[in-house]
T-cell receptor
Framework: NAGVTQTPKFQVLKTGQSMTLQCAQDMNHNSMYWYRQDPGMGLRLIYYSASEGTTDKGEVPNGYNVSRLNKREFSLRLESAAPSQTSVYFC????????????FGQGTRLTVV | AQSVTQPDIHITVSEGASLELRCNYSYGATPYLFWYVQSPGQGLQLLLKYFSGDTLVQGIKGFEAEFKRSQSSFNLRKPSVHWSDAAEYFCAVGGRGGSEKLVFGKGTKLTVNP
């Protein structure tokens, strides 16, 4: 049972570089999320997709873009990475948005130098 | 929009002692409430959830939580803590609308002394 799979697990970027974080779920969930986790800040929602074909901004969307490629996949793109985007990124999915439990991937640790 | 407050950033207890982690939420109606646990370097795992009905809910690993509407609280408890419970704990609130997102508190880090 794979659940939610994130790639890569670790990444180091130089300031200004771009990259895409990949997320796939095999639970046929409708909703998917991207969070970032920083010390003392908890999990902050970057973007979410309530269902295939829709995306919405969360609490901290600046500097990020997302694509809900299909029901399984939800990618997060950093167009021009900044040191402030150094964080641990978590993808999650849930059957519905907000009123069902979310299942999390193992995280991507991103460092921007 | 809903919000969650976890007043305690860090709690230290001795192994075998009881534990209570506090969570207060803000939401206009009865929310969906969750507690998650995160071990170092890991993702988040669901401990328990409240949707409706009995206000005392049981979860995995011997944890329980009580929903108190009058206090807007959903505190997590465990009668006797084990060293393996050392982790970070997150309370989360979801809305009853179909598109309302899940919002997390900032977390409480639990240290267990031998």
């Amino acid at each position: 049972n794979a659940g939610v799979t994130q790639t890569p697990k670790f990444q180091v970027l130089k300031t200004g570089q771009s990259m895409t974080l990949q997320c796939a779920q095999d639970m046929n969930h409708n909703s998917m999320y991207w969070y970032r986790q920083d010390p003392g800040m908890g999990l902050r929602l970057i973007y979410y997709s309530a269902s295939e074909g829709t995306t919405d901004k969360g609490e901290v969307p600046n500097g990020y873009n997302v694509s809900r490629l299909n029901k399984r996949e939800f990618s997060l793109r950093l167009e021009s990475a900044a040191p402030s985007q150094t964080s641990v990124y978590f993808c999650a999915s849930s059957p519905l948005t907000g009123n069902t439990e979310a299942f999390f991937g193992q995280g991507t640790r991103l460092t921007v130098v | 929009a809903q919000s969650v407050t976890q007043p305690d950033i860090h709690i230290t207890v001795s192994e075998g002692a009881s534990l209570e982690l506090r969570c207060n939420y803000s939401y206009g109606a009865t929310p969906y409430l969750f507690w998650y646990v995160q071990s170092p370097g890991q993702g988040l795992q669901l401990l328990l959830k409240y949707f409706s009905g009995d206000t005392l809910v049981q979860g995995i690993k011997g944890f329980e939580a009580e929903f108190k509407r009058s206090q807007s609280s959903f505190n997590l408890r465990k009668p006797s803590v084990h060293w393996s419970d050392a982790a970070e704990y997150f309370c989360a609130v979801g809305g009853r609308g179909g598109s309302e997102k899940l919002v997390f508190g900032k977390g409480t880090k639990l240290t267990v002394n031998p």
